[in-house]
């Protein structure tokens, strides 16, 4: 597939240009939500030396951390410029930096948003009788509940 | 370039202080030692856990602390600067070069078992990740992280040890039994490291192994005590209760390293 240029030639890439494109970079877990939105990004730089980015894993022993960068690389290699892609612990991610968004579309996507298990509402018909089955998913971020109005089984991120 | 997430280059420079160096690699292969075996010691009930819940869970927990694991070898890595990566470190050193504690020596056993074992290491492991100064920001950095997912950890643990103190006869005799075989290994993770001073005085490590062991002691009893079960007895750890492994332990090496043996070098 041929791919449009990204930007006029006769400007040079902004940070701007380079969050536009990790919008559009999903965790693979979950398609529908981009690393933006997510909250992993922590910094985007642009110098002589190219685009360094800094991203947050969700989870320390996320399997998906390879997978995002390689997206991220990818994404970014249209730009024609050396892209430097870190993980640091510098500062914890936490689910409060999921934006507004993420959230909403997560709930699309049939993930309760990450909250207090007593606030957990279900991701379908918004009912608030829910009760956690399982602290534990099938992903480390996720926990399971059940839905005793619409009587069905959901996940829901984990307040970390 | 191989296909593992990795720190920044020089993300985890080494203590300028060769006593504080030292030390540090010892604190780090010992935190990520246990991490290491008590994740793969649990990885083996994935598939036979006695409910699906639990199945998943255990294995969630296990993933984690193999991720935490991997998360403290790079650190280690970075200090030892000596051409290994995390997986080099993690795998290819023979069982006696092991620093786990040796509570997490002993085979995975029944549920019982296993919930004791990752309940007295668990709240061992709160002490010791409390313990952790800002005096090498990097790992500081990574604790804060790491306590955030021990959490989950911890009620998971305390809400299984409740159901089996409490769950009749046969859970309550299997949970008293686990707790008298491990007790006495328990206190390993409090084992004395090489050059304890030079890391308190680094701000590395705000207090002894000693006081940190007082402090899990005292959590311990917060929960054990009401449920009338017994606390681990207070010996002081043995200077050896990070080497001379057993034979399961020895068992889980060859189970672990399989894959590495197989193809050197090998990455997914």
């Given at each position: 597939?041929?791919?449009a240029?990204p930007?006029?030639?006769?400007?040079?890439?902004?940070r701007?240009d380079?969050?536009?494109?990790?919008?559009?970079?999903?965790?693979?877990?979950?398609?529908t939500?981009?690393?933006?939105?997510?909250?992993m990004?922590?910094d985007?730089?642009?110098?002589?030396?190219?685009?360094?980015?800094?991203?947050?894993?969700t989870?320390?022993?996320?399997?998906?951390?390879?997978?995002?960068?390689?997206?991220?690389i990818?994404?970014?290699?249209?730009?024609?410029?050396?892209?430097d892609v870190?993980?640091t612990w510098r500062?914890?991610?936490?689910?409060?930096?999921?934006s507004?968004?993420?959230?909403?579309r997560?709930a699309?996507?049939g993930?309760a948003?990450?909250?207090a298990?007593e606030d957990?509402r279900c991701p379908?018909?918004?009912?608030?009788?829910?009760?956690?089955d399982?602290a534990f998913?099938?992903?480390?971020?996720r926990?399971?509940?059940?839905?005793?109005?619409c009587?069905q089984?959901?996940?829901?991120?984990?307040?970390? | 370039?191989?296909?593992?997430v990795?720190l920044?280059?020089?993300?985890?420079?080494?203590?300028a202080d060769?006593a504080?160096?030292?030390a540090?690699?010892?604190?780090l292969?010992?935190m990520?030692?246990d991490?290491?075996?008590?994740?793969?010691?649990d990885?083996?009930?994935?598939?036979?856990?006695?409910l699906?819940?639990?199945?998943?869970?255990?294995?969630?927990?296990?993933?984690?602390?193999?991720g935490?694991?991997?998360?403290?070898y790079?650190?280690?890595?970075?200090?030892?600067?000596d051409?290994?990566d995390e997986?080099?470190?993690?795998?290819?050193?023979e069982p006696?070069?092991?620093?786990?504690a040796?509570?997490?020596?002993?085979?995975?056993?029944?549920?019982a078992?296993t919930?004791?074992?990752?309940?007295?290491?668990?709240?061992?492991?709160?002490?010791?990740?409390?313990?952790?100064?800002?005096?090498?920001?990097?790992?500081?950095?990574?604790?804060?992280?790491?306590?955030?997912e021990?959490?989950y950890?911890?009620?998971?643990?305390?809400?299984w040890?409740?159901?089996?103190?409490?769950?009749?006869t046969?859970?309550r005799?299997r949970?008293?039994?686990?707790?008298?075989e491990?007790?006495?290994?328990?206190?390993?993770v409090?084992?004395p490291?090489?050059?304890?001073?030079a890391?308190?005085?680094?701000?590395?490590?705000t207090?002894?192994?000693?006081?940190?062991?007082?402090?899990?002691?005292?959590?311990?009893?917060?929960?054990?005590?009401?449920?009338?079960?017994?606390?681990?007895?207070a010996?002081?750890?043995?200077?050896?209760?990070?080497?001379?492994?057993?034979?399961?332990?020895?068992?889980?090496?060859?189970e672990f390293t399989?894959v590495?043996?197989?193809?050197?070098?090998?990455?997914?």
């Amino acid at each position: 597939m041929v791919t449009a240029a990204p930007r006029p030639a006769d400007r040079t890439v902004t940070r701007a240009d380079v969050l536009a494109i990790l919008e559009a970079v999903a965790d693979p877990e979950i398609p529908t939500v981009s690393i933006v939105d997510l909250g992993m990004v922590l910094d985007v730089r642009r110098d002589t030396d190219g685009i360094a980015v800094e991203l947050l894993p969700t989870f320390v022993g996320c399997p998906a951390q390879e997978v995002i960068r390689a997206s991220v690389i990818d994404a970014l290699a249209p730009l024609g410029e050396p892209v430097d892609v870190q993980f640091t612990w510098r500062e914890p991610w936490t689910s409060d930096r999921i934006s507004d968004r993420g959230r909403a579309r997560l709930a699309a996507s049939g993930f309760a948003p990450p909250a207090a298990p007593e606030d957990v509402r279900c991701p379908y018909c918004a009912s608030d009788r829910v009760a956690m089955d399982s602290a534990f998913g099938p992903t480390q971020c996720r926990s399971l509940f059940y839905c005793r109005a619409c009587r069905q089984p959901f996940e829901a991120f984990k307040p970390i | 370039m191989t296909g593992t997430v990795r720190l920044a280059p020089g993300a985890s420079p080494a203590p300028a202080d060769p006593a504080t160096r030292d030390a540090l690699v010892g604190l780090l292969l010992t935190m990520a030692d246990d991490e290491f075996v008590s994740g793969f010691t649990d990885s083996e009930w994935t598939g036979i856990a006695p409910l699906l819940e639990e199945d998943v869970a255990i294995s969630s927990i296990s993933q984690d602390e193999l991720g935490h694991a991997r998360a403290l070898y790079q650190l280690l890595a970075g200090v030892l600067d000596d051409g290994r990566d995390e997986d080099a470190i993690a795998y290819d050193r023979e069982p006696d070069e092991y620093r786990h504690a040796r509570l997490l020596d002993h085979e995975r056993g029944d549920w019982a078992s296993t919930i004791a074992r990752r309940f007295l290491y668990e709240l061992a492991d709160e002490a010791r990740l409390g313990s952790i100064g800002a005096g090498w920001p990097p790992l500081a950095d990574l604790v804060g992280k790491l306590r955030r997912e021990e959490r989950y950890h911890r009620m998971h643990l305390v809400a299984w040890i409740n159901r089996l103190a409490t769950g009749g006869t046969d859970p309550r005799q299997r949970l008293e039994a686990a707790l008298a075989e491990l007790g006495p290994d328990a206190t390993s993770v409090f084992t004395p490291l090489a050059g304890e001073q030079a890391l308190i005085d680094a701000g590395v490590l705000t207090r002894s192994m000693a006081d940190a062991e007082a402090a899990w002691r005292a959590d311990l009893t917060t929960i054990l005590v009401p449920l009338g079960l017994p606390l681990p007895p207070a010996n002081s750890p043995a200077a050896d209760g990070r080497t001379g492994h057993s034979a399961a332990f020895r068992w889980l090496w060859t189970e672990f390293t399989t894959v590495r043996h197989s193809e050197d070098g090998a990455t997914w």
